[in-house]
């Protein structure tokens, strides 16, 4: 089974960015469309951003602007470039392959 590991996640104060990571095991990767979702306390995980095996983008609102997916199917990853950081964007961020398979999330804490 095709296992995705994330990574990039962290504490980082309002108004700067991260870049999460998540790699796949397999190769079937270029095949497939990719997501990343979130989950914040006491809250339903939520879609932040797709993107199809062809490169189309598309985004929630509250993300637009500020958010970046892209993915590099010669290394089997999508990534997640996150800029403009506000509190409400902390929760555990999660990438979900097109296959049916979640990665195991990261943390990423927007705070001063």
Do not use: H
Not at 31 to 60: D, F
Not at 85 to 91: G, I, M, R, S, V
Request: charged fraction near 15%; aromatic fraction near 10%; glycine fraction near 16%.
């Amino acid at each position: 089974q095709v296992q995705l590991v994330e990574s990039g996640g962290g504490l980082v104060q309002p108004g700067g960015s991260l870049r999460l990571s998540c790699t796949a095991s397999g190769s079937i990767f270029s095949m497939y469309g990719m997501n990343w979702y979130r989950q914040a306390p006491g809250k339903q995980r939520e879609l932040v951003a797709s993107i199809s095996g062809g490169g189309l983008t598309n985004y929630a609102d509250s993300v637009k602007g500020r958010f970046t997916i892209s993915r590099d199917n010669a290394k089997n990853t999508v990534y997640l470039q996150m800029n403009s950081l506000k509190p409400e964007d902390t929760a555990v961020y999660y990438c979900f392959g097109g296959w049916g398979t979640w990665g195991q999330g990261t943390q990423v804490t927007v705070s001063s």
